[in-house]
């Protein structure tokens, strides 16, 4: 993306694009909420971002942050056979990570049909992973059908903190973060 051709925000702009910083922000665990608004919170989440960044740090996303941001947004690699199974360890050791996989199981991704693939944010080590797995039966309504289940964790320390549940199908459109394969 050309980070010249995207607006300057501050405190007080609105717009989608304040939503796009949000989600990014939110992604890199530097923010919360998502809405359209650059308040405060989102104003000081900004300048977090740009102290650990090494940027100047006033709360301003102009064309180096929006670089910076778009940079480290979605550099995800597969992990290593050991790191799966450090991965699976952690999640089945976790109150978040045992609701995630039960989320998992609810929508019919378990079985012998189903395969799992485990991803790794790389600017963020292990505060950042992903799961993926298809060939599920496509949920418990079977309203829409769906062949692959994404789950985003996001870690604090050791602990996983929350997660995002992605369902990928030609209905819900393509998914919001390009894996390598």
Request: aromatic residues 8%; hydrophobic residues 35%; charged residues 25%.
């Amino acid at each position: 993306m050309n980070t010249n051709t995207l607006p300057i925000l501050k405190e007080g702009s609105k717009g989608p694009e304040v939503i796009k910083l949000k989600q990014t922000l939110k992604k890199l665990n530097f923010y919360g909420a998502i809405d359209d608004i650059f308040d405060l919170q989102a104003k000081d989440a900004v300048i977090k971002f740009q102290n650990n960044r090494g940027l100047v740090p006033d709360g301003i996303v102009g064309p180096k942050t929006w670089s910076q941001l778009n940079e480290i947004a979605d550099k995800w690699r597969r992990m290593t056979e050991a790191e799966e199974i450090k991965e699976i360890k952690s999640l089945i050791n976790s109150l978040m990570g045992v609701a995630a996989l039960n989320q998992v199981a609810l929508e019919g991704f378990i079985g012998h049909k189903s395969t799992r693939s485990f991803y790794l944010n790389e600017p963020y080590g292990g505060l950042q992973t992903l799961m993926r797995v298809k060939g599920g039966t496509g949920g418990p309504s079977r309203g829409v059908g769906y062949n692959e289940i994404r789950i985003i964790f996001n870690r604090f320390e050791d602990n996983i903190i929350n997660f995002d549940v992605e369902r990928v199908s030609e209905e819900t459109g393509l998914p919001k973060i390009e894996l390598p394969d």
